[in-house]
């Protein structure tokens, strides 16, 4: 009998955990759409963000009658300004973070419509890129977002730290001007499709592959049927179709590019970019944003999208699996760096 009563109470404690455990991921869950909840325009004075950032190490290593006469100064700065416009030039900051969907294009059209409204051909939009490629028309909004921008006469500035490659670089080359870091990834002009085929291992298994289509391209290579060089052949058309638009669209904004040469599906580092035409300045987005702080109004500029919980969680699988895909790529890359 103590025995039983042991084994009902290791029983019940276990399923007690097992109800925490799942009432805490219902709290969380719940927070976590809460806190998605929120959605709108938010708008960050950079200006305000580099001086505060300054203030506070001189406030560290200032002696305290510099201290004073500072604080002295920038309340008298921050009055003037609270009073009446400063009357400079505006720089609109636009933060691009692509995956493979380019899932940020739901903000970026939000983002694009505000500064529209308010901005003139006196003003600037920079857009800090990072972007790897992928889904052809999905990075072709995205481009197309970008090219509002430009048909409104206003300058388009883009800043690639990190990378912008295949559809990335679309959306880079809209640019009036395009600035990358040394080390920056650029190009990737071209336009890749992967399928595995699963045919024979199923013929292998006696498992047959049916598939009716009305249209005589309606599928052409699958994943499931017997391939056929037709098949292949019509696969490679459409992705020479793309190619070319891609092309068209870098001939539009770059037209002294030499597609002979940049349009191989290769990448490029900063350096040997610059060389090639497909970016015009050595220079980082910080070193950007530092040297305008003293004649501009520098505004960051975001738009949060609600997001129901569930898309959220799919977004973080996709995300794992995008990371999983970045760190290839890394891996791929830095096996190419020098010893």
Same mark, same amino acid.
């Given at each position: 009998?103590?025995?039983?009563?042991?084994?009902?109470?290791?029983?019940?404690?276990?399923?007690?955990?097992?109800?925490?455990?799942?009432?805490?991921?219902?709290?969380?869950?719940?927070?976590?759409?809460?806190?998605?909840?929120?959605?709108?325009?938010?708008?960050?004075?950079?200006?305000?963000?580099?001086?505060?950032?300054?203030?506070?190490?001189?406030?560290?290593?200032?002696?305290?009658?510099?201290?004073?006469?500072?604080?002295?100064?920038?309340?008298?700065?921050?009055?003037?300004?609270?009073?009446?416009?400063?009357?400079?030039?505006?720089?609109?900051?636009?933060?691009?973070?692509?995956?493979?969907?380019?899932?940020?294009?739901?903000?970026?059209?939000?983002?694009?419509?505000?500064?529209?409204?308010?901005?003139?051909?006196?003003?600037?939009?920079?857009?800090?890129?990072?972007?790897?490629?992928?889904?052809?028309?999905?990075?072709?909004?995205?481009?197309?977002?970008?090219?509002?921008?430009?048909?409104?006469?206003?300058?388009?500035?883009?800043?690639?730290?990190?990378?912008?490659?295949?559809?990335?670089?679309?959306?880079?080359?809209?640019?009036?001007?395009?600035?990358?870091?040394?080390?920056?990834?650029?190009?990737?002009?071209?336009?890749?499709?992967?399928?595995?085929?699963?045919?024979?291992?199923?013929?292998?298994?006696?498992? &047959?592959?049916?598939?009716?289509?009305?249209?005589?391209?309606?599928?052409?290579?699958?994943?499931?049927?017997?391939?056929?060089?037709? &098949?292949?052949?019509?696969?490679? &058309?459409?992705?020479?179709?793309?190619?070319?638009?891609?092309?068209?669209?870098?001939?539009?904004?770059?037209?002294?590019?030499?597609?002979?040469?940049?349009?191989?599906?290769?990448?490029?580092?900063?350096?040997?970019?610059?060389?090639?035409?497909?970016?015009?300045?050595?220079?980082?987005?910080?070193?950007?944003?530092?040297?305008?702080?003293?004649?501009?109004?520098?505004? %960051?500029?975001?738009?949060?999208?609600?997001?129901?919980?569930?898309?959220?969680? %799919?977004?973080?699988?996709?995300?794992?699996?995008?990371?999983?895909?970045?760190?290839?790529?890394?891996?791929?890359?830095?096996?190419?760096?020098?010893?």
């Amino acid at each position: 009998m103590a025995g039983f009563f042991a084994d009902y109470g290791l029983f019940l404690l276990k399923t007690l955990t097992i109800v925490v455990a799942i009432v805490a991921i219902i709290v969380a869950a719940a927070a976590a759409q809460k806190k998605a909840s929120h959605e709108g325009l938010e708008v960050e004075n950079l200006n305000k963000k580099y001086r505060h950032l300054a203030d506070a190490l001189r406030s560290a290593v200032a002696s305290k009658e510099e201290r004073k006469k500072a604080a002295k100064e920038r309340k008298k700065e921050e009055k003037a300004e609270n009073k009446s416009p400063s009357g400079k030039p505006r720089s609109f900051v636009i933060d691009f973070k692509g995956d493979l969907k380019a899932s940020a294009v739901a903000s970026l059209r939000e983002e694009v419509s505000a500064i529209l409204d308010v901005a003139t051909p006196a003003d600037e939009v920079i857009v800090r890129l990072e972007n790897h490629g992928g889904i052809v028309h999905e990075h072709g909004l995205a481009a197309s977002q970008l090219a509002r921008i430009r048909d409104r006469g206003i300058p388009l500035v883009v800043c690639v730290d990190k990378v912008a490659a295949s559809g990335g670089y679309l959306m880079a080359c809209v640019a009036s001007k395009i600035l990358a870091a040394p080390f920056a990834i650029l190009g990737s002009v071209g336009v890749l499709a992967q399928i595995p085929n699963f045919n024979r291992m199923l013929d292998s298994h006696g498992v &047959d592959f049916e598939q009716i289509t009305a249209g005589k391209y309606k599928r052409t290579v699958t994943m499931f049927g017997k391939n056929t060089d037709e &098949d292949r052949a019509k696969l490679k &058309d459409e992705l020479e179709d793309v190619h070319r638009l891609f092309k068209d669209a870098i001939v539009k904004y770059r037209p002294a590019l030499d597609l002979e040469k940049i349009a191989t599906g290769e990448h490029w580092y900063g350096t040997r970019a610059l060389e090639l035409g497909l970016a015009d300045e050595i220079r980082t987005s910080d070193e950007l944003l530092g040297g305008k702080v003293a004649d501009r109004d520098l505004y %960051l500029v975001r738009y949060k999208v609600k997001q129901p919980l569930q898309k959220r969680l %799919l977004q973080n699988v996709e995300t794992a699996i995008e990371r999983a895909d970045a760190a290839r790529w890394r891996h791929w890359f830095e096996s190419r760096l020098p010893r």
